[in-house]
């Protein structure tokens, strides 16, 4: 089946770039998405891709993905506080539902 | 963007009764909604597909008469858990898909107690 895998722990210093990893397994993966998780709360999706693209950039937010290699990041330019949540990356193909990686923990430190 | 509802954001609930939690999709219709269960410090496991108008589908392990699904309109599933128990305690989340984007509620907690 289906398979996505992310790195479970970040910690930057505020003002530093985030780099997140995600690799998946699943050739045939139309869309990737990354999504944020704060403390209790449910998923906001910050931002996508189509498995055609190779980046995709959204103000502080910069998607790359290698399709060869199944690989995905999600880079976060200036950092902040604010920012330390866990973030999900996700896979589909055609309509079925999300396979999400396990989540990587970012921690912004002041 | 699209908004997707959940409600109730917690339950607390006695070991031996039903609980239904209920999606919405604001402002589009969704044919298909998708139930997670997320454990702490884990990640999502889809739980099963709410088809609108016919039987959901679930994935293997999940127990149809223990999680009951009803989709009545394109707008609102709903996810009973029947007969609770606190193994069942865990965060619920609903997704809706509009087009290429795939829209979360903001979960339920739910504690059996």
């Known amino acids: 089946g289906e398979d996505v895998e992310q790195s479970l722990f970040l910690s930057v210093r505020e003002g530093d770039s985030s780099v997140i990893n995600c690799t998946y397994t699943d050739s045939s993966s139309t869309y990737l998405y990354w999504y944020k998780q704060e403390p209790g709360a449910g998923l906001q999706l910050l931002t996508y891709i189509f498995s055609n693209m190779d980046m995709k950039q959204d103000q502080r937010l910069t998607v790359l993905l290698n399709k060869k290699d199944k690989h995905l990041s999600l880079r976060i330019a200036d950092t902040q506080t604010g920012d330390s949540a866990i973030y999900f990356c996700?896979?589909?193909?055609?309509?079925?539902?999300?396979?999400f990686g396990s989540g990587t923990r970012l921690q912004v430190q002041p | 963007g699209a908004v997707v509802s959940q409600h109730p954001s917690r339950v607390i609930c006695k070991s031996g009764t039903s609980v239904k939690i209920e999606c919405r999709s604001l402002d589009f219709q969704a044919t298909t909604m998708f139930w997670y269960r997320q454990f702490p410090k884990q990640s999502l496991m889809l739980m099963a597909t709410?088809?609108?108008?016919?039987?959901?589908?679930?994935e293997q392990g999940v127990e149809k008469d223990k999680f009951l699904i009803n989709h009545a309109s394109l707008t609102l599933s709903t996810l009973t858990v029947a007969s609770a128990h606190p193994e069942d305690s865990s965060f619920y989340i609903c997704?809706?898909?509009?087009?290429?984007?795939?829209?979360f509620g903001q979960g339920t907690r739910l504690t059996v107690v």
């Open positions: 996700a896979e589909r193909a055609g309509r079925r539902a999300l396979t």
């Open positions: 709410s088809n609108e108008g016919s039987k959901a589908t679930y």
């Open positions: 997704s809706a898909q509009k087009g290429t984007e795939a829209f």
